[in-house]
């Protein structure tokens, strides 16, 4: 079906660490592949930058003393990695790797099955990676096809922040917990959980860190707000944690953030009526899932929780691997249906991939504060 491509060629962002030491991203050119029966071809219009996608791209590479190079395809971007941090990189050494994980657009060419051919003309958003690109060749079975009217950039986000917040509630129930504590609770991300709280009847706690953020939650209809830079702080969460009985804390801070929670969690436990006193602390298990490192440093957990309780790592790309194809369809089903409601992402800017490789624009998406994600548009400029 390569006929149908007025251009036989996709432009794709790749990065890959140099031998020595130095992080590069570079626009390639290459050719469309030959679709297999069951692919698609999608023309890719709109991708979400999201904090992942600025792992895999830059790592630990030292944004401010980046610079533009001439490459042999045309501008590079280079940026040194400390000489500490290139043995945690090293997987990636001399391997040049495509980047972007999700993002939607208009299906221009099928394979020969009937699945790939009637996702024809249509809207669609899918979790391929390599989507940093003009074109991507994606089996059919993996697009999520979107309500007719749809925009790609609508769609963009389909993936990573609707599903995340999702595949928490669902691990909230299944492991028997009735409301939760969200840090970070301003992001997109947490947005979205609030509505999805909000929508679902579940007492969610949201902790931000600054008025204006608490505002923002609050004209959206959350009830428990907590500012982490007010002076009573530690009241204002362990009040709402009693308020609501909150056991799981979903965390993509990192660093003691969790961990301070936990303690709250602990002492709001504690005035249960009747609750036994134990030098173990109470039998309450609490959880903390961290999901995120905007605190690079150790995880800390203080002495102060008792021994019921238990912390670990929250992936979406390991829950999407151990959960029942049935579950993640009705998950599917239920992004596509509210994706202009419930699960709407807003961007700050739109930029094209030659404008996102520079210094000005990298150095903004790789400090992620509310207000302002960025949507690439593969075509623009074009």
């Known amino acids: 079906m390569q006929d149908q491509i007025p251009d036989a060629t996709s432009l794709q962002l790749r990065s890959v660490i140099t031998p020595d030491g130095k992080v590069v991203l570079s626009l390639v050119k290459e ?69 972007g994980l999700e993002g939607a657009g208009t299906v221009v060419a099928a394979g020969s099955s009937h699945a790939a051919q009637s996702l024809m003309g249509r809207t669609v958003a899918a979790m391929a990676g390599g989507m940093y690109a003009r074109y ?63 929508a679902d009847d579940i007492p969610l706690v949201n902790v931000v860190r600054s008025e204006q953020q608490a505002e923002l939650l609050r004209e959206q209809g959350a009830r428990f707000v907590c500012n982490s830079s007010s002076d009573d702080f530690r009241e204002q969460l362990t009040d709402a944690i009693a308020a609501t009985g909150a056991t799981l804390v979903l965390d993509p801070i990192g660093g003691g953030s969790g961990g301070q929670i936990l303690s709250c969690m602990e002492a709001a436990i504690n005035r249960r009526p009747g609750q036994a006193v134990s030098r173990y602390g109470s039998d309450v298990l609490k959880q903390l899932y961290v999901y995120g490192a905007l605190d690079p440093r150790p995880i800390e957990i203080p002495r102060d929780v008792g021994m019921a309780w238990a912390a670990g790592g929250w992936l979406l790309l390991r829950y ?15 992004v596509a249906a509210e994706i202009t409601t419930t699960f709407a992402s807003r961007y700050a800017r739109c930029v094209s991939l030659a404008e996102f490789i520079s210094p000005e624009v990298l150095n903004i998406c790789a400090r992620p504060a509310t207000g302002r994600k960025f949507l690439i548009e593969p075509w623009k400029d074009c």
């Open 31 to 99: 050719p469309v592949p030959a679709l297999r029966p069951e692919e698609v071809l999608v023309r890719v219009e709109a991708t979400p930058i999201n904090p992942s996608d600025i792992g895999l791209m830059l790592g630990a590479a030292d944004l401010s003393r980046a610079w533009i190079a001439d490459g042999a395809g045309g501008p590079e971007l280079v940026a040194p990695v400390p000489a500490e941090s290139l043995k945690a990189m090293e997987s990636r050494r001399a391997a040049s790797t495509p980047v």
């Open 136 to 198: 991507r060749c994606i089996p059919a079975a993996e697009c999520l096809v979107l309500p007719e009217g749809t925009t790609a950039a609508q769609a963009a986000s389909c993936f990573v922040n609707p599903l995340t917040a999702l595949g928490m509630i669902e691990t909230a129930r299944s492991e028997g917990h009735t409301a939760i504590v969200q840090t970070a609770a301003a992001s997109n991300l947490g947005q979205i959980l609030l509505r999805l709280c909000l």
């Open 320 to 334: 999407l691997k151990v959960t029942p194809q049935q579950t993640l369809e009705r998950l599917k089903a239920r």
